[in-house]
């Protein structure tokens, strides 16, 4: 799991706040994701970047941002968020080939909003 | 569209027992198949991947899974289950070629017991 690092590993926020979501992977990877983990749902892929672009977006609302400024590092921004966005936010990175390279996930960070 | 299905939402087995979680898939092209297991307050960890070849793939923790084309299965197997292996397991898939989207099913908590 230390291939992978989430900060932080939990988080309390106000709907008013703004807040980041930090990950960084020491893999050597050149793609990074960010799924959201709720409570009896299916994992949900939030955003991929690939070779430091954007190439998934899921529908997700606006008030998430994301930003990939390495192919080592990736952030979610948070802003105006609602209580039904409380759920684990997993990190994960692979290689971009063509092929099957699995994807190597981070500890996860634990959302509660108030 | 890809998809999975984990008809089992939990399986019990005695520990000692050989235990098996279903999965089953739908992707347009040839399928690259996936298992990982998720322990609490951890993110997943990858188990083992189907990309072509033998249909029996072997992976950690002495899991192993068998690929059946015709019935569209990619079951997780072990011969012997532990208490240790009481866990989250998700079953993933990816269609073949450049993409990224990996779609997971909803999870199989599974219950081993002593």
């Known amino acids: 799991e230390t291939g992978v690092t989430q900060t932080p590993r939990h988080l309390v926020m106000g709907m008013t706040n703004k807040k980041s979501l930090k990950c960084e992977q020491h893999l050597g990877h050149n793609a990074m994701y960010w799924y959201k983990q709720s409570a009896k749902k299916p994992l949900e892929l939030m955003f991929v970047y690939s070779l430091e672009e954007r190439v998934e977006n899921n529908s997700v609302p606006s008030r998430f941002s994301p930003e990939c400024p390495n192919s080592s590092h990736l952030f979610l921004h948070l802003h105006t968020l609602q209580p039904e966005d409380s759920a684990l936010y997993l990190c994960?990175?692979?290689?971009?080939?063509?092929?099957?390279?699995?994807?190597?996930f981070g500890p996860g960070t634990r959302l509660t909003v108030t | 569209a890809q998809s999975v299905a984990q008809p089992e939402d939990q399986v019990n087995v005695a520990e000692g027992n050989p235990l098996t979680v279903k999965c089953t898939y739908s992707v347009s092209g040839n399928p690259y198949l996936f298992w990982y297991v998720q322990y609490p307050n951890r993110g997943l960890q990858f188990l083992l991947k189907?990309?072509?070849?033998?249909?029996l793939v072997k992976g950690s923790y002495g899991f192993e899974a068998e690929f059946n084309k015709s019935q569209t299965s990619f079951h997780l197997k072990k011969p012997s289950a532990l208490v240790s292996d009481s866990a989250l397991y998700f079953c993933a898939v990816r269609d073949g070629g450049y993409g990224q989207n990996f779609v997971f099913g909803p999870g199989t908590r599974l219950s081993v017991l002593p």
């Open positions: 189907y990309i072509t070849g033998d249909n």
């Open positions: 994960a990175s692979s290689q971009v080939r063509l092929g099957a390279y699995e994807q190597y």
